[in-house]
């Protein structure tokens, strides 16, 4: 196992965070929306109770994050957006250099139109192993936010709004609202990625990608209930 697939976060780096939000402030900033994306934008939003919520927190360049999206894209798909509701929380992991870079990258994307967020992260999923930290070392910051945006976001979102984008990227309200899921993330006790959450109860199971099978084995259950 390579330095990519090393996806949780050491206690010493957890506790670093926690006593650097106490120098700043214990509040924890509250944004203006709910963080994470919804799997099937908003119309695919569950009334609060009347669906069985699925929570994952990924990080765009972690491949064990890339590995857990399509079985659990599949589950969602099976079950519909009426039964089970997933949204996806970005968690840029602080050992993998380029992942706040990537998930301000969506956050940005969001701003300008929320549908193309998952085609962009299932665009990182396919091409992150050109931005783990072996292959961007002798990279400059500069030159990485250039790559991402003309080789990943620009397909994505049409050339005609790179300019848009790029403005928007280097906006503070982008860089906000990536440290804001982070830090949301260590405020659920988010150790590493994928890490999981059902109807607001972590699942034993994160950390690592589950199958298809544990997923509906998981959920059919709960859906019966419902």
């Known amino acids: ?28 900033p509250i944004p203006a929306r709910t963080d994470g994306f919804v799997y099937g934008g908003h119309a695919a939003a569950p009334a609060w109770g009347e669906a069985v919520v699925v929570e994952a927190f990924f990080d765009p360049v972690c491949p064990d994050s890339r590995d857990a999206w399509p079985p659990l894209q599949r589950a969602a798909d099976h079950f519909g957006a009426r039964r089970v509701a997933v949204v996806v929380h970005l968690f840029p992991l602080p050992y993998h250099s380029s992942a706040f870079i990537a998930c301000r990258s969506i956050h940005t994307v969001h701003k300008l139109n929320a549908s193309a967020v998952y085609p962009l992260l299932e665009k990182f999923f396919k ?56 830090k949301f993330g260590c405020a659920r006790g988010v150790t590493g990625t994928p890490y999981y959450f059902v109807n607001g109860i972590p ?6 990608p589950m199958d298809y099978g544990k997923w509906i084995s998981t959920l059919d259950p709960l859906v019966g209930k419902m």
Do not use: W
């Open 1 to 28: 196992m390579g330095e990519a697939r090393r996806h949780r976060v050491p206690a010493a780096v957890l506790v670093a965070v926690v006593i650097a939000a106490g120098r700043c402030g214990a509040q924890v």
């Open 203 to 208: 699942l034993s199971d994160s950390g690592s």
């Open 127 to 182: 091409y992150q192993e050109g931005y783990y930290n072996t292959p961007t070392y002798t990279k400059t910051r500069a030159a990485v936010v250039a790559e991402i945006a003309n080789n990943l976001v620009a397909p994505v979102i049409g050339e005609a709004n790179l300019a848009a984008y790029k403005a928007g990227f280097n906006d503070s309200q982008s860089d906000q609202a990536t440290r804001i899921s982070f």
